[in-house]
């Protein structure tokens, strides 16, 4: 019988001890690596290459729900066994579409991680126990997307790009205690306990971020596009330029949903899972180049009608968009509710 090869991942030594003691009483396995963060893992997934991977979900630079879906792209005949304390329907469901063989909790007993090992190496599926009755028991009618101010949206994109309380304190001129008050409310809101849940839920449940026309332009909606399916995507990396430019498309498409990214990476993201059809990218997002974001975007969603706008209305940047797939180069001080009218009524007719 052919050994089974096998990695643990695990920030908590002693719970690879555990663990590896289980895996000793069963023949035909051997661990050929132990890591306790996310670089190592991905390191030594590369050299061993295992039959198996028992990964745990906390660990220092490891984010489970985008580095699962990477695992398993690169690895596809590899089994994954998670093993973990956290029993939220959300993640498991999360993570069994991602990819993952199956979902252990720790607090079970060892007999049964024994179980859940040779189950998943066969290729089969394996669940907790308590989990089950949890999916069974899952709510399967759709639960109303929190409905959250602009101030919480903006404090949940930068949680998404990966900002401190300090940095967003900084970034949206209000102290870090307003920040963190915020914060408690939004987790709140959104059923979440943490900021890293927080962001997770916002990337699996994109339309919280996005804004209602009427609710942008905060006057009586007007209907010149009633009856469209309206999804604009605006792109900055300037917090109070996004609000303002929320509220004049607010106002000229109120029966639209508005979304923002703060970065090309966010931007890609909420494409990906929207497809808008019209963005507004600026040229300049920070250290990211715009034109490489609308080139993105274009990729991922081909249909979406690209406006570029730079407050340096330079010749080279123009010629560049245009090349990139932009339909219209705007400087931004002219950008009033006139001009985006007009322009938008031209890329949607």
């Not at 987790?187 to 026309?213: C, D, F, I, T």
Request: net charge neutral.
């Amino acid at each position: 019988m052919q050994t089974k090869r096998i990695v643990l991942a695990d920030d908590h030594a002693i719970v690879r001890a555990g663990i590896q003691k289980v895996i000793d009483e069963m023949p035909g396995l051997e661990v050929v690596g132990e890591v306790e963060d996310g670089p190592s893992l991905f390191a030594t997934l590369e050299a061993t290459h295992p039959d198996g991977l028992l990964v745990d979900l906390r660990m220092p630079d490891f984010e489970a729900l985008n580095a699962i879906p990477a695992i398993r792209a690169r690895y596809p005949a590899m089994k994954i066994l998670v093993v973990s304390v956290f029993d939220d329907s959300f993640y498991v469901q999360r993570l069994l579409e991602a990819g993952v063989n199956g979902y252990h909790l720790k607090d079970q007993p060892l007999s049964d991680l024994k179980l859940a090992v040779q189950r998943v190496l066969a290729g089969e599926r394996w669940i907790s126990g308590p989990l089950i009755d949890k999916l069974i028991d899952k709510p399967t009618s759709p639960v109303p997307t929190p409905r959250l101010t602009p101030r919480q949206r903006d404090i949940l994109h930068l949680l998404q790009e990966g900002l401190d309380n300090q940095t967003i304190a900084l970034e949206l001129n209000l102290s870090v205690k307003t920040v963190e008050n915020h914060l408690t409310r939004l987790y709140r809101m959104l059923g979440v306990n943490s900021r890293l849940e927080a962001a997770n839920y916002a990337n699996q449940h994109l339309e919280v971020l996005g804004v209602p026309g009427e609710q942008a332009a905060q006057m009586r909606p007007q209907k010149a596009y009633a009856g469209r399916e309206m999804r604009i995507l605006l792109v900055d990396d300037n917090a109070r330029y996004l609000q303002q430019l929320q509220r004049v498309l607010g106002r000229i498409c109120s029966e639209a949903s508005l979304y923002a990214a703060y970065s090309a990476m966010t931007a890609i993201r909420i494409a990906q899972r929207t497809h808008p059809n019209i963005a507004l990218i600026d040229v300049v997002l920070g250290d990211e180049d715009g034109i490489r974001c609308a080139r993105r975007l274009k990729a991922v969603s081909p249909d979406t009608r690209i406006i570029m706008i730079s407050a340096y209305p330079d010749r080279e940047f123009r010629r560049l968009s245009i090349e990139a797939g932009a339909m219209a180069f705007l400087d931004k001080k002219d950008l009033d509710s006139r001009t985006l009218k007009q322009v938008i009524d031209d890329l949607i007719t």
